[in-house]
C-alpha cells in the first residue's frame, strides 16, 4: 500500500515511521528544507520530550478535548517514546514536573533518533515540497498534488501542525486542504501564550523580572471564581506576563466562558503570592525581625531580603506606604497593607499575545469528524489526521508532544 504523509514534525515523522513500519511503501512530504523545525526550539531547544505521568493524567492536563486522544494515548504511551529513543541510542532524564529531556540536552538529538529510524525504513523523504491539493474521488483518497506533479497514493495521512510559530511550517495550510473537503475547523486561537496587561507600566518597571516559586491565580471578578491557580515560576515582560505558569494559565483563560467580554471589561485579574510558603500571620512575623534590624533605616531601604531589588519600589506604590518614612514609624495597619501586597500582587489582562508567539494551536478539525479509534477522516475515506491540526491541545510539560507521537502513530499504524 501507498502511504503519503504530509508534514514532517514529531507526528508526521511518527506516522510515517509506524507506516513503513507496517510494510507500507511511504512517502513523507515536507514544505521546509528540513525535518522538525518546530520540535528543534522545543523546551528552548532542550526539547521536553514527555511526561512521566501515569497516561491518564495526559488526559487530564489535556483541557483541549482530552478524552478523544485515551485510545491514541493507549496505543503509543510515554514509556513506547522513550523506548524508541532509547533503542536510537539516545538516554533520557526526569526533571522537576516530571518532565523528560534527553540526556543531551539537544533537541537536535531527538529529532536525529527520527531521521535515522526514516532513512533505515527506506521513507522517502520529498523536502522543500510544497503539496497543494488533495485529491478525492468519491469522497475517497486517490493522491495528492504538489507544486510540480500528481502522486497517487491510497492513504494520506494529514500532519501539517496548527498555525503557531509560523516560520517553522506551521502556517494553517492544512486546514484549507480539509476545509475543501467538507471539514469543519473549530476557532483557532493562542493556547500556551503570555498575557498582556492592562497594568503596562508596573509591568514595564518589572520586565525581565523572572520569579521562582510563586502561586499564581487567575480570576473571574464578576463571578469570584478561580479559573487557574499554579505554582511555579513567571516572567513580566514590557507587554504583560509570560512564563510556565502564565503559558499553562492561558490554556484554561482561551477556552473559558465568555472571555473576550471579561478581558474587555476588565474582569479577569492575575493574582501573584510571591511568599507562598508563609501564611499571612508569618509573613508579618518575618516582616518584623527585619523592621527590628532595621529600625532606623527608610522604609524603601528595609525590603532587600525578601524581594528582588525591581520589585521593590513597585511594591511601595501599591502601599501607599511612603518611602523615605523611617522603619520605627510603619504602623500595624501599614504593615497589613504591606503583607496584602506580598500575598495577593494583582494585574488586570487584557489579551494575549499573537498566534505566532503561541507555544500551540487551539482549534482545529473538529474532533466529531474523526474516529479517534484510527484518526481517519469520517468524511474521506483513507484520509487520517495526527497532531496539532486537530481540535486538542494541552498544557506545558511534554504533553502536546506526547499527542503528536501518539496520534502520529495511531494514523501511521
Known amino acids: 500500500m501507498k502511504v503519503i504523509i504530509i508534514g514532517g514534525g514529531p507526528a508526521g515523522m511518527m506516522a510515517a515511521i509506524t507506516s513503513a513500519e507496517n510494510g507500507n511503501e511511504v512517502i513523507l512530504i515536507e514544505k521546509m528544507p528540513s525535518l522538525g523545525r518546530k520540535l528543534c526550539i ?233 511568599k507562598p510558603a508563609l501564611g499571612e500571620e508569618k509573613l508579618d512575623n518575618r516582616i518584623l525581625r527585619d523592621f527590628e534590624e532595621l529600625k532606623n533605616k527608610q522604609f524603601k531601604n528595609s525590603l532587600d531580603k525578601l524581594l528582588p531589588k525591581k520589585l521593590i519600589p513597585i511594591i511601595i506604590e501599591k502601599t501607599g506606604i511612603s518611602e523615605n518614612k523611617q522603619v520605627n514609624e510603619i504602623t500595624k495597619e501599614e504593615r497589613k497593607k504591606l503583607v496584602k501586597e506580598l500575598k495577593n500582587f494583582k494585574i488586570y489582562i487584557n489579551g494575549f499575545r499573537p498566534i505566532d508567539e503561541a507555544i500551540i494551536t487551539c482549534g482545529g478539525i473538529n474532533i466529531k469528524e474523526i474516529n479517534p479509534k484510527t484518526m481517519e477522516s469520517k468524511i474521506v475515506e483513507g484520509l487520517y489526521f495526527a497532531g496539532e491540526i486537530i481540535d486538542v491541545d494541552s498544557y506545558t510539560g511534554g504533553f502536546n508532544l506526547q499527542i503528536a507521537y501518539s496520534t502520529g502513530y495511531t494514523a501511521g499504524k
Open 42 to 274: 522545543t523546551g528552548k531547544g532542550r526539547c521536553n520530550i514527555t511526561s512521566s505521568l501515569e497516561m491518564e493524567d495526559f488526559i487530564k492536563n489535556t483541557p483541549g478535548n482530552g478524552m478523544f486522544l485515551y485510545s491514541s494515548f493507549n496505543n503509543f504511551t510515554n514509556q513506547d517514546i522513550i523506548s524508541f529513543l532509547e533503542k536510537q541510542g539516545l538516554k533520557v532524564k526526569e526533571e522537576r514536573g516530571n518532565r523528560i529531556f534527553p540526556v543531551t540536552d539537544s533537541a537536535r538529538d531527538v529529532l536525529n533518533c527520527f531521521v535515522k529510524k526514516l532513512n533505515e525504513l527506506k521513507v522517502k523523504l520529498m523536502l522543500n515540497t510544497k503539496v497543494t491539493e488533495i485529491i478525492t474521488e468519491e469522497q475517497k483518497v486517490i493522491g495528492i498534488k504538489t507544486e510540480k506533479e500528481t502522486i497517487k497514493a491510497d492513504k494520506v495521512i494529514l500532519a501539517t501542525g496548527g498555525k503557531s510559530y509560523p516560520t517553522t511550517g506551521s502556517t494553517g495550510d492544512g486546514y484549507e486542504f480539509v476545509k475543501k473537503l467538507g471539514h469543519t475547523i473549530t476557532e483557532i486561537k493562542p493556547s500556551l501564550v503570555p498575557l498582556e496587561s492592562y497594568d503596562k507600566e508596573f509591568c514595564k518597571a518589572l520586565q525581565g523580572l523572572s520569579l521562582k516559586n510563586v502561586e499564581i491565580n487567575l480570576v473571574d471578578e464578576e463571578k469570584g471564581k478561580t479559573i487557574y491557580n499554579d505554582f511555579g515560576e513567571m516572567l513580566f515582560t514590557h507587554f504583560g506576563v509570560s512564563g510556565p505558569t502564565i503559558l499553562s494559565g492561558s490554556a484554561h483563560l482561551v477556552r473559558y466562558k465568555n472571555i473576550e467580554q471579561l478581558l474587555k471589561d476588565k474582569k479577569i485579574a492575575l493574582t501573584i503570592d510571591f
